[in-house]
């Protein structure tokens, strides 16, 4: 049997990570955008049959994001111990904070992916996950949600946002 790994989960470059977190992929509408022009009456609406509002979509992208955040940071964010705590509610007055708290989040990711020492990082003292990894991870999870999230929109007849969705 051999010994686990010690070895950091490889990160991207930072050129391929940039290039993602900066909206210029054409594989789907940007974050700024699909979050844009929503209004909160409608973000905190859940449409028939579906579980969560784009409201709750996004305040689960941000519990997950400023949790990642906290730990780049030195900060333990705790253990999450079941799954539907990370579906917070949302009303209608936290829904622009939200979408800012998001937007700030994602330009950290932009400038941390700058840099490419830091992404070769561990994410914290002992973790195997390097930074820019855990940002890929994160991307990839955001980018799943944003989907839901324009298709929820859609359901609730707030699509396209200003400036067009994917839609031509």
Do not use: C, N
């Amino acid at each position: 049997m051999s010994e686990p790994s010690t070895s950091l989960t490889p990160s991207p470059s930072s050129a391929a990570l940039s290039f993602l977190l900066s909206d210029q992929a054409a594989g789907f509408v940007p974050f700024e955008r699909a979050l844009a022009g929503i209004d909160a009456a409608v973000a905190v609406k859940r449409p028939e049959g579906s579980p969560y509002s784009p409201a709750e979509v996004l305040a689960h992208m941000v519990f997950w994001q400023q949790r990642v955040l906290k730990a780049f940071d030195g900060i333990d964010p705790g253990k999450v111990e079941h799954a539907a705590l990370s579906w917070p509610s949302v009303t209608e007055d936290e829904w622009p904070g939200l979408v800012e708290t998001f937007m700030a989040g994602l330009g950290r990711y932009r400038a941390m992916a700058l840099d490419e020492a830091l992404l070769q990082r561990p994410v914290r003292e002992g973790s195997k996950a390097s930074v820019g990894a855990q940002i890929a991870d994160m991307y990839m999870h955001d980018v799943h949600h944003l989907g839901q999230l324009i298709l929820l929109r859609r359901m609730l007849g707030a699509w396209p946002p200003p400036g067009g969705g994917a839609t031509w």
